[in-house]
DNA sequence: ACTTAGGGTTCCAGTCATGGGAAGGTCAAG
DNA sequence: CTTGACCTTCCCATGACTGGAACCCTAAGT
């Protein structure tokens, strides 16, 4: 099948599919017309891609979980630890979001938000 | 006082600051040889900006923010409204992240994570 | 006088994972 | 024979910096 169809079946843009093949994702065939032409494993490697990556794994985690992936002989525990450390980077970043999004709460609730100009919000960054 | 100490004293890397000049967020005067010189009021603004980036605002939020706070007349609805939509925004995102960390969880509890191959991780990412 | 250290300056390139759009080739249908 | 939907490569832009090269300025120590 050709990009598109490809890309309707992975759930990704064809411009990311071709992405992917640049830095090494994936390695489609080619027609005689230069067309990419993509098989039953290219798209399942696609979809794979998709669903690591809609974890929010980065592109070099997804790289390691595709070798892993094919390779028969792994150890699971390879696998788990990536997915932990990423899953530690999840929390930090969540937690860093709710501290700002507790500070902005306060803020928030802190401002009468109308007309006039006294606003605790500006004060608070200009230095309390 | 040259960049290196408005950058300790608003606690931005200097490099940040020359980029905040470049984008037009700060103008501060030259000397004769070349140097930035900034004044208090240079640093306050750079604290400000500072301390609004941490809370997760845009620069274009920022520019915006700094805007209403140099505005004396400006009403406090407005500073509100932005940071209203941000915390909204923040709330998106951590909810997007705490699905991703719920269904890593899940996958990481079904992992053994010993040296044997069978992994449910990979399985879920290659559909199931 | 000379060197060294620690400032400062500009400009260019890279990050991450795409997205946009131009300029052009290919193909099936009407 | 043309339309329209595909496909191709290539280059530029994003956000908010960060790193580094190549260079200038100034003060202190030898």
Redesign the pocket.
Known sequence: M????A?RRAGL????I??YE?IGLVAPHR??????RFGESEVHKLAFLARA?SLGF???DCRMLLSLYEDRGRASAEVRGLAQRHAKEIDARIARLKEMRATLGELIEACAGDERPDCPILKDLAGG
């Open positions: 050709n990009i598109g169809e890309a843009p064809a411009k990311t071709r992405y640049d027609d005689g017309n230069g067309y990419r990556r980065s592109i070099d």
